[in-house]
Every structure is written in C-alpha cells, then in structure tokens.
C-alpha cells in the first residue's frame, strides 16, 4: 500500500505541474490583453434621414474633427474617456446641441443628433461691371432652386430672395452689351450664396444690310416735280421726282450705281452720276436742269 501511495502522489504533483505550465503560456497560448481604444459612433438626422457633411467637433480625452456620410454617420477610434460631440452645419441648428459620452473598454453611441434648418430659402446676390465701373439697369434672370427677374441698381448689385437649397443659373441681358460669363450656375447649400461679378464688354451698332440714296432736281433753283430718275448697276429702278423735286432710292446694297435723270427736251447737270455703296447711305445726289432751248420753262411747286 504504501508503493501505491506514492505513486498516486507523485502522479498528482506531475499533473499539476503540467497545468500550471499550460496557463502560463508554456504550450497551447497566453493570455489576450484589452484593446487600448474604442469606437465612438453616432448620426446627425433630418426628417428621419441621415443628413451629410455635418462637422462634428470631438472634444475631451481625445479631440478631432468628423464629418457625416451620406448615411449621417460619424465614427473616430479613441482610448477610454470622457468625450463631448458637437455638430454643425450652416443653416441648422442641432438637438442636443451636444453630448457627452463615456468610453470604458468598450464601443459607445451617441443617441441622434436632430437637424433643423435656420431657414427654409435664402438670398443669392451679385453684381455687374462695364470696365471695373458698377453697371446699373442690367436685367437679371434666375432660374432653377429659385426664379424670378432683377435689375441692378445704381451700384450694379442685384439680389434674389426666397432661393431653396439647389442650383441657380443666373442670366444678365442689356441691349449693347454682352457679358462674360454669359450665365453662371450658384450652389446653394442651407445659406445665402453669392455669384462672381458679371463683367459687360460694350457691342458696336450692327452695320445695315441696305441703304438710302437721296437727292434733288432742281430747275433755276426750285425744285423740278416729274423728274424721272434712274438707278442702274447693282440694283436697278426709277422714280419720279415729288413736288419739291426730291427722290430717294432706298434698300440699296453695296455696290457700283449710276443714277441718270431723264425728263423729255430737259438737259441735266451732270448728266448722270457714278459711284459705289460701302455700308453707308449716300445723300445729295443732285442735278440741275436745264430747259430746252427757246421752249417755255413750266414749275411745278
């Protein structure tokens, strides 16, 4: 009995022996240590759906900066600690305006952040220019998030109000001017938006397509009625002198012309007349007449 013994004793401190190497990692692995920093999560809301680039200021143990995804979610790795969450975002405010959470080895969220917007439109404004120079009477269009017209007072500002979050295009128009850009497109995000200045250049009157030629027979000094004229070259026509012998050619492109007066035993000086159309009307093209020789001279007034 007493061999038994003795090996059932030594067998025990052998066993023992073998767990105590086991839990002290001689073997089969060792004891895992805490992670040294959490996740502090949470979301920013509005009308029950998550509302994007929010700023969310961390301040406490830890600091930093966060911002929202499309989803309204925020997230940052920090130790164990007392850590306050502020939201911003231009034109909201927040409920809470902030909160205070507490991590101790383990992830902590926030409860939602709930958005209200400041205001439901807003203002976009702007200017136009003539060489640096305010430019007032320049008519504004805006179409899009909002629509309406302006005109630019004598500062050369504009401005639009009740414009909702969304894309505007503004147009400018003023007879003679063109504008640089033509239109722009303004982003308005939750605030009053503010358009780049639009800068007018001057545009020279359009040069007529056609023209007028004019002028006058005369007799002795008075005008002679019943004068046929003609115009022949790059256009061709005639017409007869009115009471105070005056005639006018108009729709008259450029061009070479030759105009003849022509009333029967009547000579004219000149003759006739040569000369060239060049994007300009052509006046005081006269004749004086001359009686045939011998023969009565009638008037007509």
């Known amino acids: 009995m007493g061999f038994e013994w003795k090996r059932y004793a030594a067998g025990a401190v052998l066993l023992g022996f073998a767990l105590f190497a086991s839990g002290c990692g001689g073997g089969g692995g060792g004891v895992s240590q805490a992670p040294s920093s959490f996740t502090l999560s949470g979301r920013t809301m509005f009308n029950g759906a998550g509302l994007a680039a929010v700023t969310v200021m961390v301040s406490g143990a830890g600091s930093g900066t966060l911002t929202t995804t499309a989803a309204g979610v925020f997230s940052t790795s920090q130790p164990n600690g007392s850590y306050t969450l502020t939201p911003s975002l231009p034109g909201y405010t927040f409920f809470p305006a902030s909160q205070t959470m507490a991590i101790a080895n383990g992830n902590a969220s926030v409860p939602d952040f709930t958005a209200t917007p400041v205001a439901s439109s807003f203002t976009v404004s702007g200017k136009a220019t003539l060489n640096g120079i305010n430019l007032p009477g320049v008519a504004v269009a805006l179409t899009g998030a909002g629509t309406g017209s302006a005109i630019t007072d004598t500062s050369g500002n504009y401005s639009f109000s009740g414009v909702h979050s969304g894309d505007c295009t503004i147009t400018p128009t003023l007879a003679g001017f063109s504008f640089n850009p033509l239109s722009q497109v303004v982003t308005v995000v939750n605030g009053n938006a503010s358009a780049p200045d639009f800068a007018a250049t001057s545009i020279p009157p359009a040069t007529p397509s056609t023209f007028t030629l004019s002028g006058a027979i005369t007799l002795n000094g008075a005008g ?73 001279i009638v008037v007509s007034f």
């Open 224 to 296: 002679l009625s019943g004068v046929t004229v003609s115009i022949t070259g790059a256009g061709v026509g005639s017409i007869a002198t009115g009471a105070n012998g005056a005639y006018s050619f108009v729709g008259v492109r450029n061009g070479n012309y030759v105009i003849t007066p022509s009333i029967p035993g009547y000579s004219f000086t000149p003759s006739s007349a040569t000369f060239s159309v060049h994007d300009a009307n052509i006046p005081g093209l006269n004749f004086s007449a001359a009686p045939p020789s011998g023969g009565s």
